[in-house]
């Protein structure tokens, strides 16, 4: 089992689309392995996006991503990173595919409703970055076996 992060960003919270957003995941038969609601800071939007902090624009996503709490979330499943991206769609809302979180919900490029993982390796990364080993619960669900054929897991 593969394991990929998720944030509800502020858009989604504000929206009150959080419910929706999860169901979604359950739906698709990701396993929710670990889940809080977090304030970010300054030092914590530095280090996560580091590769955009020299940008003109990262002020504004710093601001727009402190504007209510987020809710961070771990995600368990056969090539679980992959499976999450192409469930948010493209980055920006307004080239998002309908049926995605961000074609259905959202038609802006930085208010996008999530934020997920784009490699397993960036996954572990982030997921440690937000949880500690003990926030990270590893278990099968009830229906775990309706999910995967056996000769998958």
Do not use: W
Request: charged letters at 25%; aromatic letters at 8%.
């Amino acid at each position: 089992m593969e394991r990929t992060l998720v944030i509800l960003k502020p858009s989604a919270i504000a929206r009150e689309l959080v419910g929706a957003v999860i169901e979604r995941f359950q739906r698709r038969g990701l396993i929710i392995q670990g889940l809080k609601m977090i304030q970010l800071d300054d030092a914590i939007l530095k280090e996560h996006y580091a590769h955009l902090v020299d940008k003109p624009f990262f002020p504004s996503i710093a601001r727009s991503m402190k504007a209510t709490p987020v809710i961070v979330m771990a995600l368990a499943g056969l090539d679980a990173v992959n499976v999450v991206r192409a469930m948010t769609g493209a980055t920006n809302g307004r080239n998002a595919t309908p049926g995605t979180i961000r074609g259905d919900f959202c038609v802006s490029n930085q208010q996008n409703i999530v934020h997920a993982s784009d490699s397993v390796e960036n996954a572990n990364i982030e997921l440690k970055r937000f949880f500690s080993d003990n926030e990270l619960f590893d278990y099968q669900t009830a229906n775990f076996r309706t999910i995967y054929a056996d000769d998958e897991v």
